[in-house]
């Protein structure tokens, strides 16, 4: 069993920053595939970044890629979400989530295992 816990959001105003956080107990995270999805009020929720296990491959949904970095620290037991460039649209609630195949870098939400609470990151205009 892996617990999630995300950290680092806020509001922040157009072209801002944010570094989202990613912590995991339980177990050590260097075995799981690592992702962000976020859910925007009204819609579903979609995927925003991967990493394999080791953060030497990464994957991006074509709306931040660019903008969003993701990276792991393993020893750490943590995931990041460097997100610069902000904007509106980008306000939502962000999850990370674990995927028990380390080798993948899916953006299906379905193909996750654990899953954090989320936290709220608002872009003002």
């Known amino acids: 069993q892996v617990q999630l816990k995300e950290s680092g959001g806020g509001l922040v105003q157009t072209g801002g920053s944010l570094r989202l956080s990613c912590t995991a107990s339980?177990?050590?995270?260097?075995?799981?595939?690592m992702g962000w999805f976020r859910q925007a009020p009204g819609k579903e929720r979609e995927f925003v970044a991967a990493?394999?296990?080791?953060?030497?491959?990464?994957h991006y949904a074509g709306s931040v890629e660019g903008r969003f970095t993701i990276s792991r620290d393993n020893a750490k037991n943590a995931v990041y979400l460097q997100m610069n460039s902000l904007k509106p649209e980008d306000t939502a609630v962000y999850y990370c989530?674990?995927?028990?195949?380390?080798?993948?870098?899916?953006?299906?939400?379905?193909?996750?295992?654990?899953w954090g609470q989320g936290t709220q990151v608002t872009v003002s205009s």
């Open positions: 989530a674990a995927d028990a195949y380390p080798y993948s870098t899916s953006s299906q939400s379905n193909e996750y295992e654990y």
């Open positions: 990493a394999n296990w080791s953060g030497r491959s990464t």
């Open positions: 339980g177990r050590t995270l260097s075995t799981y595939a």
